[in-house]
């Protein structure tokens, strides 16, 4: 597990880096800027929480014993296709909702529930289970957006420390740094309670 949060903090790093680097050159060209915003960015944050859910399997939800991501990937070939799909279709449908638009890290942590239970789906039947469950009850959703909404209040209120005139790129990655950082106990939150059912 600790592998994989290592893995998971090293993208997210990178995707800060190269967020740094990509945005004040898109500033200029409209297109650009909304395909970096929408496509680019957003699958390379996939991409991290993506790194954490395959290096932390299985422990990821709470249980040792499970088919291997060998066996699971083995059974078809497209399935490594279809979860990054799930990220590029995430991240263009649901900033389109008004609630994911104000609350960014709502969108990653969609990504990173709705790649769990693709994971889940393939190896439930592999270890006996025909029907899995994939809701986990409201207060396990109403904890992963609390999170998400903190770091979100968080950010907003480290920018307010700033007059407008005085905030930089700097301190709006921080607010994506934070968005990053706090999808790791949003996913376990949900991980953990989806690896239950495997007893």
């Not at 699958?43 to 422990?59: I, S, T």
């Not at 399935?79 to 279709?89: K, P, Q, S, T």
């Not at 990653?108 to 439930?124: D, E, F, N």
């Not at 301190?171 to 059912?197: C, K, N, S």
Request: proline share 6%; glycine share 6%.
């Amino acid at each position: 597990m600790l592998t994989a949060i290592a893995a998971y903090l090293i993208a997210s790093l990178i995707v800060l880096r190269i967020e740094a680097r990509l945005l004040p050159t898109t500033e200029n060209v409209a297109v650009v800027g909304w395909m970096t915003e929408r496509i680019y960015l957003p699958l390379l944050r996939y991409a991290a929480v993506l790194a954490l859910l395959l290096f932390g399997y299985p422990q990821i939800f709470g249980i040792t014993d499970a088919p291997t991501l060998t066996q699971l990937f083995a059974d078809d070939t497209r399935r490594i296709d279809l979860l990054m799909n799930i990220g590029l279709a995430l991240s263009l449908a649901l900033p389109l909702i008004p609630i994911a638009n104000q609350v960014p890290g709502i969108i990653l942590s969609a990504q990173a529930i709705l790649t769990a239970c693709v994971l889940v789906s393939w190896m439930a039947p592999q270890m006996g289970i025909a029907e899995p469950k994939y809701f986990m009850g409201w207060p396990v959703v109403l904890a992963v957006a609390s999170l998400n909404v903190l770091a979100y209040l968080m950010g907003r209120a480290l920018l307010a420390l700033f007059a407008d005139a005085h905030r930089t790129r700097g301190h709006l990655l921080l607010m994506d740094g934070l968005r990053l950082l706090a999808e790791i106990p949003a996913v376990l939150i949900y991980t953990f309670a989806l690896g239950r059912q495997f007893g």
